[in-house]
């Protein structure tokens, strides 16, 4: 048997990056996959590629999530990957003093109101059964501060402790519905576009940021999703209200390279 048979699991923002990579992960573990994304045409094109469902749901909208409900009223795993940075229109300034309401807003509505929405669609679905897997993707962010990334910082800390809430909450309830948070750093998505740009200048800025990492390389979305594949198999039985960090080290400390002189 493979580790996820038998298991249905929506996977949020999975037309491309870290989701599309867990919906992956999840198919070739045996999951029937409920492929999700805003744009309903790049989860169609990854669900059409696995042979599994797709569905188009903004997570922020209360409306959406409904929708999914009436369509599926039962799962097993819930992975609220859905975000975004607020660079995605361009580089505007998302610094505390800078950065304008509307756009404050309009991160957190994604990031944090689409895992609160997520995980209360999560609780209900599974509430049945009486057990379930719900998996929050934060970020390192969510654990130090980001001058630049004010928004984001926030909406992540908050899906962090969030998820400890929703995870002891379930306990209370007598329900055997696991919530779990993963911190990547450093993964290698489209997300980084507007950071990396695609001039000619693009490997010399991936080389000066990797630079500065213990591991001295961005992380993979595949690695990102073996660890979602773990705590959605009933290998992480015990494993609640944990935070899982992939980050190559980032968060350990500086790594000192010996001299050679």
């Not at 599974?126 to 004010?150: F, H, L, Q, W």
């Not at 750093?185 to 990797?210: K, S």
Request: net charge negative; hydrophobic share 45%.
């Amino acid at each position: 048997m493979k580790r996820l048979d038998g298991k249905l699991c929506l996977v949020t923002g999975a037309g491309r990056g870290i989701g599309e990579a867990i919906a992956r992960a999840f198919a070739a573990e045996g999951a029937d996959v409920i492929v999700t994304d805003k744009d309903g045409a790049s989860a169609q094109a990854v669900a059409d590629d696995i042979g599994r469902q797709w569905l188009r749901l903004d997570v922020g909208e209360e409306a959406d999530w409904q929708a999914c409900a009436d369509a599926f009223p039962a799962v097993d795993t819930v992975v609220n990957n859905a975000g975004v940075t607020g660079f995605e229109e361009g580089m505007s300034p998302h610094d505390p003093e800078h950065v304008s309401l509307e756009d404050w807003h309009a991160v957190h509505r994604v990031n944090l109101d689409g895992t609160f929405l997520g995980c209360r669609y999560a609780i209900r679905a599974m509430r049945e059964k009486g057990t379930g897997s719900i998996i929050n993707i934060s970020s390192r962010s969510g654990m130090v501060g980001i001058p630049g990334a004010a928004a984001y910082a926030s909406s992540k800390a908050a899906i962090r402790n969030h998820s400890k809430t929703v995870a002891l909450y379930c306990a209370e309830q007598g329900l055997n519905i696991r919530c779990n948070s993963i911190h990547p750093a450093a993964v290698l998505t489209p997300m980084w576009e507007p950071m990396l740009g695609d001039g000619p200048d693009r490997e010399e800025r991936m080389a000066e940021f990797v630079a500065d990492t213990p591991m001295r390389r961005f992380g993979e979305p595949e690695e990102v999703a073996a660890l979602a594949v773990l705590l959605a198999s009933d290998e992480a039985a015990y494993m609640t209200g944990a935070e899982l960090t992939i980050d190559g080290g980032l968060l350990a400390g500086s790594a000192v390279a010996p001299s050679r002189d």
